[in-house]
């Protein structure tokens, strides 16, 4: 190899070990913590129902990307406040019309950030979960919810009685 080449490939080892060195992260600070919600502040902006709020973590979000992971104490307290948040349907009816549940999860618009918040129009639900087994493309990042119900003793989803899904 001659020189020029010799010189050249040390140049590029040296942009090639800062390019490295870039990607190696280092603890946050709260000055870099604070430099960082101010830059996505500025980035971002309020269009539709992606309100500016999305930028604030609420206590379990903290909690689970911190740089370490939260204490049992830490999790009871986060779950115990999160449990009081659930209110059970009106009338006790804990499911609805499977038809129109299923109309919700084939619809692939999944409440985009161009719909009002006040007008549900989609889960898009088949893309992180399978629940029926004539849907053959669905998405395996969350649970299968193929037969959800009847595996925890729903024999008839038509029922005001039918036993809440927890």
Request: aromatic content about 6%.
């Amino acid at each position: 190899m001659n020189r020029s080449g010799k010189t050249r490939l040390a140049a590029f080892s040296a942009m090639a070990a800062l390019g490295v060195a870039g990607c190696v992260s280092t603890s946050s600070t709260p000055s870099g913590d604070v430099a960082m919600q101010a830059m996505l502040k500025t980035s971002f902006h309020a269009q539709g129902q992606a309100t500016l709020d999305r930028l604030t973590q609420d206590p379990v979000q903290k909690a689970c990307s911190g740089e370490t992971a939260p204490s049992a104490e830490v999790v009871a307290k986060l779950e115990k406040l999160e449990l009081a948040t659930i209110q059970p349907p009106p009338g006790g009816k804990y499911l609805g019309d499977w038809k129109e549940g299923e109309k919700l999860a084939q619809n692939g618009r999944g409440m985009t950030w161009s719909d009002p918040a006040t007008a549900p129009n989609g889960g898009n639900c088949y893309n992180c979960h399978q629940l029926s087994k004539s849907e053959i493309s669905y998405g395996t990042i969350g649970p299968s919810l193929y037969n959800y119900g009847k595996l925890r003793g729903v024999s008839d989803p038509t029922s005001a009685n039918a036993a809440p899904i927890v």
